[in-house]
């Protein structure tokens, strides 16, 4: 892949994640009606947290899929994982920006000496 198509996988994944994120912020404050995001942020942790364990399963399970069918269906679990990480983010007022710095710190890192160093040793 050339490095400017990287780039620009880059920035748009940048660009639709912060644009996400801001419309999930904006449903704290102007629910609407009609708005799922406004019901999950409405029903906290324990239904934020439901959604993501489901949705985790749901991705691990399409991960098992054979195929091009297989790797479009975790396409769209990864999103809905994603998607429902970004509401509790929002939940408890994390920006992208924090998460950001945090996986730039780790950057360069063997996992499994990052890991260690939280005293989580290799799991």
Do not use: C, W
Request: hydrophobic share 40%; no cysteine.
């Amino acid at each position: 892949m050339s490095e400017s198509k990287t780039k620009r996988t880059v920035s748009d994944a940048e660009n639709i994640f912060s644009r996400l994120m801001a419309v999930i912020e904006s449903r704290k404050t102007d629910a609407g009606a009609r708005s799922y995001t406004a019901r999950l942020l409405a029903g906290g942790l324990p239904k934020i947290g439901e959604k993501i364990r489901e949705e985790a399963a749901e991705a691990v399970e399409a991960a098992g899929e054979e195929g091009a069918a297989g790797q479009e269906h975790l396409v769209k679990e990864a999103a809905d994982v994603i998607y429902h990480l970004f509401v509790l983010l929002a939940l408890r007022e994390v920006s992208l920006s924090q998460v950001e710095a945090e996986l730039s710190r780790r950057f360069g890192t063997s996992g499994l000496d990052e890991k260690a160093s939280r005293g989580q040793g290799g799991n």
